[in-house]
């Protein structure tokens, strides 16, 4: 008879239960889904047959992320091996991932049930795991689950601050409202400047240059030759400035109020100041490709390549797609009218906006961009997947798409593909060795100022500390004086005495009798003045140790 083990993994370890009467429960299946919510009817169905909880969270860490990949941790090896009883074939193993199941199957050789009977036993698991396991209450289950979420999910989320895509995607969208607001707002300035001086339309085609002008001229009776100079400054053409001051002297519009004048100039600031923002916004983000995706950049540019991840979600959906879908990425309309009425498919997408498809001829269109799309792929994959971001494959890749179109108009042969990714290879293991030493010396000049930083925090600290105790020692009353001056004077009679005993010895060493007398006499006499004085000293030490023995 096989034997049904079911595999449960938890926040708090992995669990296996063994399934009684496996046949009569695959045949009442119903009857299953009803018991599962009855704790008494599961327990006469499931029986815990062994528990391993995780050691710390770090491990706990280590074998959700290797569930969740499907693979099979060496914990859950070793712990199926030791608890799943008789030999491999008798064996049947339920598991709620297949993933997981067929890397079970292909590592320990067990044969592996998922769905169905399956599904239902280890729902009723997960609703009453920790009744049916001893000394695991349900608020440490909770927990543990909430712990190991926050650790997982912090696993998952966390990134290099410098290589994120959302950023590149939220600019790209923001810079085409953008051009939709700015375009509108300035037909709206056109509009209303064009009452008073409807000529100045069509002298100046430029939305911004428009506003500026509208700014600066304001009521157009009051333009004269002196203004001509800041009218060359925003115009950048003499005869422009020329012709828009003849212009305002034989115009046909009407007359405009001081109060309609100001909201004009005002309107026109604003839109002034969103296409400067404009500006601003296409600089951080050509910055910001050239930290995420310098390759893709490189290629195709900034504004295209933003549009490819935008359109994609993320730089890793686009690097996971083939060369056809990115041929086509931003035609699905197109692509699916086309299979509708059995047309032709389109040939582009978002990769028409590039500069090597404008310039190639009509027939050879698809095949470039086909040929683009490729290299756009390649390009997407190393951004992705490469630890120092580099543009030297860009580069590389940018002169192969400019060899194929001299190839496709002059029939000139392009060089090998396997010879320009060794040269990139060569190249871009340089650069990112350069990039690495520097990110080595910028560590350790962080380094060096959080010391400095520390050692002078700990220099004020001690000095605030002094300052204290200065402050404080005054403020002590004169009874906590008197008993302190005592013992610092008995010190202090000690350590003279003790000094002039040395002096005196060394006087000894160095004088020479001069009197006549002998020096054993000398002798003699430093010695018996020197008895009584250490005499005096051992007098106190006794007295301390005869305290010490009535104590």
Known sequence: MVLLHVLFEHAAGYALFAVKEVEE???LLPQVEESVLNVGKLNSVVKLAAFLPFKSAHGALENINAVSEGVVHADLKLFLETNLPGGKKKNLLGVADGKLGAALQEELGLSVQTGGVVAEILRGV??????????????????AQLGLGHSYSRAKVKFNVNRVDNMIIQSIALLDQLDKDINTFSMRVREWYGYHFPELIKIVSDNATYCKLAKLIGNRKELSEESLESLEEITMDGAKA????????????MDISPIDLINIESFSSRVISLTAYRLQLQEYL???????????????????????????????????????????????????????????TPKYGLIFHSTFIGRAAAKNKGRISRYLANKCTIASRIDCFSEVPTSVFGDKLRDQVEERLAFYETGETPRKNLDVMKEAVAEASEVAAEIKRKLDKKEKKKKKREKRKLEALSTAEGEEEEEEEEEVKPKKSKTSREPEDCENGEAGKKKKRKLAAEVEVEEEEEEVPTNGLDEAALSKKKRRKAEPEVKQEVEPEAEQSKKKKKK
Do not use: C, D, W
Not at 126 to 143: D, N
Not at 242 to 253: D, F, T
Not at 328 to 335: D, P, S, Y
């Open 286 to 344: 050509r910055s910001k490709m050239s930290q995420v995706a310098p390759n893709l950049s490189t290629l195709i540019g900034e504004v295209v390549g933003a549009r490819l991840i935008s359109h994609a979600g993320s730089l890793t959906n686009l690097a996971k797609y083939p060369a056809s879908t990115v041929q086509i990425l931003g035609a699905e309309k197109a692509l699916f009218r086309a299979l509708k009425t059995r047309g032709n």
């Open 242 to 253: 020329q012709s828009i001051l003849e212009a305002s002297r034989s115009s046909m519009g």
């Open 25 to 27: 429960i695959g045949m």
């Open 126 to 143: 997960r609703l009453h795991f920790s009744s049916l396991v001893k000394g695991l209450t349900a608020q440490a289950a909770s927990k």
